[in-house]
């Protein structure tokens, strides 16, 4: 979309598109871009009225300022709806192993979605699966929510080509994967599927 851009109505369209639909709704990929631009030059136009000493000005000044509050407003419930609806599917993605197309997910949101189902899985075998086998829970000291802090050894990767159900050098299933997927494995299986062009890593 080279002609796109950010104003005050098409973010408000983008928020009610959120609010009305149950699926996460599509963005340019260079939303964020787009949004740190436009509320940038609204604060520029904003200085710019304030410092001109005109009775005149300030109904501009007032209505550029609510503008930009707005915005920001918009702005924030838009991220919040997004970052729900990120969390409950890497929630549910976690229990059910079900797949979620991340082309529906900025790059930024794609490692958020990662590291969720890093962190519930992590706990979820520190916590149930020790409880299931009769032991107490162990969970380490805190450390970084970051995904590549949780499992150094795994590797948060988006599926670039559909790969059928398959057996890892760890003995466990993995797939099948459909394009577009997001899933974190193991830095061995990772390694596999990069070096036949079947999957590309999210860094």
């Given at each position: ?63 550029t300022r609510k503008q930009l509050e707005n915005s920001q407003k918009i702005l924030k419930e ?83 080509n559909a790969v059928p159900k398959f057996v890892g050098d760890d003995l466990n299933i993995y ?29």
């Amino acid at each position: 979309m080279e002609d796109f851009a950010i104003t005050y109505e098409s973010l408000y369209d983008m928020l009610r598109k959120e609010k009305s639909q149950e699926e996460l709704q599509k963005l340019d990929p260079n939303f964020f871009s787009f949004v740190a631009e436009y509320l940038n030059t609204k604060k520029q136009i904003l200085e710019s009225q304030e410092s001109k000493d005109s009775i005149f000005a300030s109904a501009e000044i007032q209505k550029t300022r609510k503008q930009l509050e707005n915005s920001q407003k918009i702005l924030k419930e838009l991220y919040e709806r997004r970052e729900n609806k990120i969390i409950q599917m890497a929630l549910f993605s976690s229990r059910s192993e079900s797949r979620f197309d991340s082309e529906l997910m900025l790059k930024e949101e794609q490692e958020l979605f990662g590291s969720v189902i890093s962190t519930l899985t992590s706990f979820k075998t520190s916590i149930l699966d020790n409880l299931i086998r009769g032991k107490l829970p162990v969970i380490e000291q805190s450390k970084s929510i970051k995904s590549q802090d949780i499992d150094k050894n795994s590797r948060l990767v988006r599926f670039i080509n559909a790969v059928p159900k398959f057996v890892g050098d760890d003995l466990n299933i993995y797939g099948p994967y459909e394009e577009h997927d997001v899933a974190n494995l193991p830095e061995k299986v990772v390694k596999v599927l990069i070096d036949r062009n079947r999957a590309e890593e999210i860094k």
